[in-house]
């Protein structure tokens, strides 16, 4: 009898189980505090290792939790990357305080092989950017690559150490899925600024 009673209880728990297993999230851009699952649009299921300003390797989904707001750039740019991290911190100026916390606004280089950990920690300290929200990443040349087709974002190396790329500024809800898309240089910003709340919202 004992062994009946024991079978019967580990079949009710195999059930309670497979319930919890098949649990699904209903729609791309709703995010639950308590959903721990990552849907098939999310970045954070890219494998790659990335290191930031301050020589930590971390991986896409170490970022999860925050609204994300990321641009791709490299340092030694004189032309488009200057507007690019104006259009930037412009942004992160006319969020809400209440909304501050929640955000974390990074950069992406193209150019890893000049962009090391110290030179994007020197670039950070130089544009006043070496506190949070601003985090800098770069990591090797397929991760990169794999990445900006992710953003849409394409760049092309046209001279050492001087590339010609899209400028594109991407916001990533808490799940790491894409929601809205800025693109061009010195825009009006407002619906970026919109959507980055949105996302905020539904964490």
């Known amino acids: ?60 989904k170490d970022l999860k939790g925050d609204v994300l707001v990321m641009v791709m750039i490299y340092t030694t740019c004189k032309a488009a990357c200057p507007r690019l991290v104006a259009d930037m911190r412009n942004i992160e100026k006319q969020l809400p305080e209440s909304t501050k916390g929640k955000v974390n606004m990074i950069f992406v280089s193209i150019d890893p092989e000049t962009d090391t950990p110290e030179r994007l920690k020197a670039f950070a300290k130089e544009n006043f950017m070496d506190e949070e929200p601003w985090t800098f990443l770069r990591s090797s040349e397929q991760n990169t690559r794999e990445f900006a087709a992710v953003l849409a974002v394409k760049y092309k190396e046209i001279s050492p150490m001087d590339f010609s790329h899209s400028n594109i500024i991407s916001v990533f809800n808490a799940a790491g899925e894409l929601v809205f898309q800025q693109e061009g240089l010195g825009v009006n910003s407002d619906a970026t600024i919109q959507n980055i709340e949105k996302a905020v919202s539904e964490m």
Do not use: A
């Open 1 to 60: 009898m004992k062994t009946y009673i024991l079978v019967f209880c580990m079949l009710c728990l195999g059930v309670m189980s497979c319930k919890q297993d098949t649990k699904q999230v209903t729609g791309v851009n709703e995010v639950s505090k308590q959903s721990e699952e990552i849907s098939d649009m999310s970045i954070y299921n890219l494998p790659s290792t990335w290191t930031n300003q301050n020589g930590k390797d971390i991986q896409l």
